[in-house]
């Protein structure tokens, strides 16, 4: 159990397009879900943390207007990265948290490599 | 401020044990975790703490001592597929994990 899903694994853009990436989990409710980056040989990086139904929170110094996060369901929560550069290439991962669960632990995603030309 | 420190490499023999320490200093604490992380995948939950001890899974066991700020992830009987990235996180009084900068493990034959 606690299965979560991300979409896509890989993904290349030009510069100035926007991507979008999905987190699903698969059986369980995600009350709550996190969007990490990760930059090579660093540690997990918090962006975000979005509630379903309500707005996302931002960590400082990461810009809303340019990752848009929409936790619009139980089971779903997106990223857009609007307007890429290459300075956003990185390794996007998600996770998110059953509050059913004893302990608050976080399932991750398997994470979405972001390359921006 | 908050702050999680771990060893950034440690290199070990096939075979062995290995103990990666971790020290933290957080506002609150509603547990440790550890997570081992293959190059270019998600991390994957290995062990949590939130009682003062040590926790035995298999070949792996986690430690944790509240007053000291401290815990270690004791690995045992090495393999080579251990040899990968292990992360200390701390889940503080906001329920937000504090992460490691992550410990790099080398297997060597």
């Known amino acids: 159990g606690a299965v979560v899903s991300q979409h896509p694994s890989r993904v290349i853009c030009k510069s100035g397009t926007s991507v979008k990436i999905e987190c699903r989990s698969l059986d369980f409710q995600a009350t709550t879900m996190f969007w990490y980056r990760q930059f090579p040989k660093k540690s997990l990086m918090l962006m975000a943390t979005s509630n379903e139904g309500s707005k996302a929170t931002y960590e400082q110094g990461v810009e809303k207007d340019k990752f848009l996060i929409n936790h619009a369901s139980l089971t779903l929560s997106t990223l857009t990265v609007t307007s890429a550069h290459p300075e956003d290439s990185s390794f996007y991962i998600c996770s998110a948290r059953d509050l059913a669960l004893s302990y608050n632990e976080q399932f991750f995603g398997p994470g979405t490599r972001l390359t921006v030309l | 401020g908050q702050n999680i420190d771990q060893p950034t490499e440690m290199t070990a023999t096939e075979g062995a044990i290995v103990q990666i320490n971790c020290t933290y200093q957080t506002s609150g604490f509603n547990g440790l975790f550890w997570y081992q992380q293959h190059a270019g995948e998600a991390p994957t939950f290995l062990s949590y703490n939130v009682l003062d001890g040590l926790e035995e899974k298999g070949r792996f066991s986690s430690f944790l001592s509240r007053s000291k700020g401290y815990s270690y992830l004791l690995l045992k009987e090495l393999q080579m597929k251990d040899s990968a990235s292990y992360l200390c996180?701390?889940?503080?009084?906001?329920?937000?994990?504090?992460w490691g900068a992550g410990t790099k493990l080398i297997i060597k034959p």
């Open positions: 996180a701390v889940m503080d009084s906001n329920y937000q994990l504090i």
